[in-house]
């Protein structure tokens, strides 16, 4: 699976994945999605990454937990709703999961699944302005939701380092460099 | 475009994960009913009208099947049973409506998810399943949303644009 994901990751380019207008649809295409942008990618792997660090239960309530409400999140927006800060929130999501990796931030289930959960919202939201209308929206959903959840079980993957010698010290590292590209997300968010 | 060989695919597979924690004697009553239920359904032709009601079925049930892996029991006969006769009701109905018989052919094999469910269940990894189902959950409720957009802003510049 992780292979699988590696293989798509080095497969596909941001022009492909958030190219906008003319999305081609289907399974392939949504599952590409997530790969593409790397503001997606690193937040997806995080919320693995993260869990990984918190152990039981969060290690397998947060690849739930994401899925299920950026589903709800492409609903708000395929519905026309207005949710201000997409982008901000997008970057922040990096920013913030970054920062908890670097710390090692043994978050309680209740905050961990809050910040998860609103920052999956956010992401749900911008799949869900870019879920295709007239391909095959069946399709492209259940590739990005598969996807997602693939990144998630990655960034888990990578988390069992932690049981390594050094490894701990190593995910944090990863997490320091999330936050410094989440720093850059939000300045290209906030100042365009 | 809506095919009917994945929303069947995708039904077929909940209902394997939903089977993943029953008993031998379960798995067969289910999958039984679950052939019994696609041969005679198959057979009688479905109004083209019913196809929004098919499909919206179709998904309700996937959800729904994938849900009972967060029950505390397992699912005894009876529930297996019916698990069954109702994916078996809605995957005739979507494959006659909008697909071909080999779309059925082609999602058949997805209960056979059951066999490394069971797998990783008896190994304690039952949380595998779990995850998986919530994924299922999460796109069975965004498709079933889908018909009822006015409009699907999907031809609008990316978020990144």
Not at chain 1, 44 to 57: D, T
Not at chain 1, 132 to 137: L, M
Not at chain 1, 162 to 178: D, K, Q
Request: proline residues 6%.
């Amino acid at each position: 699976m992780t292979l699988a994901a590696g293989g798509f990751v080095l497969g596909s380019s941001a022009a492909q994945a958030h190219s906008g207008t003319g999305l081609p649809g289907g399974f392939q295409s949504g599952f590409r999605h997530p790969f593409g942008g790397l503001d997606h990618l690193l937040a997806m792997v995080s919320v693995g990454l993260w869990g990984a660090f918190l152990g039981r239960p969060l290690i397998y309530l947060l690849p739930m937990i994401f899925p299920a409400v950026m589903a709800g999140g492409a609903l708000l927006a395929m519905w026309g709703l207005h949710l201000p800060g997409v982008e901000i929130g997008i970057a922040l999501s990096v920013l913030v999961l970054g920062t908890c990796i670097a710390t090692a931030f043994g978050a309680p289930v209740w905050l961990a699944s809050t910040i998860v959960a609103a920052f999956a919202l956010f992401h749900g939201y911008a799949h869900g302005q870019e879920l295709p209308s007239a391909a095959d929206p069946v399709g492209y959903s259940t590739g990005f939701v598969l996807a997602t959840g693939m990144l998630h079980v990655l960034g888990i993957g990578i988390g069992t380092l932690n049981a390594l010698p050094g490894g701990a010290f190593a995910t944090r590292v990863m997490g320091g460099l999330i936050w410094t590209a989440g720093l850059g997300f939000l300045y290209v968010a906030v100042v365009g | 475009m809506r095919g009917a060989a994945l929303p069947a695919t995708l039904l077929l597979a909940a209902l394997g994960l939903a089977l993943a924690r029953a008993s031998w004697r379960t798995w067969v009553c289910s999958l039984l009913a679950l052939a019994g239920a696609v041969a005679v359904l198959s057979q009688i032709g479905f109004a083209h009208d019913w196809i929004e009601i098919a499909f919206l079925g179709c998904w309700a049930s996937t959800a729904a099947s994938a849900a009972t892996v967060y029950l505390p029991r397992s699912p005894g006969i009876l529930v297996g049973v019916f698990l069954s006769l109702n994916a078996g009701v809605w995957v005739s109905a979507v494959v006659a409506l909008a697909g071909k018989p080999p779309d059925l052919i082609a999602a058949v094999p997805a209960v056979l998810l059951a066999v490394p469910a069971a797998w990783l269940t008896r190994r304690r990894a039952s949380i595998a399943v779990k995850v998986a189902c919530s994924w299922l959950i999460a796109i069975a409720m965004l498709v079933a949303a889908l018909p009822f957009l006015s409009t699907t802003p999907g031809y609008l510049p990316d978020h990144l644009e």
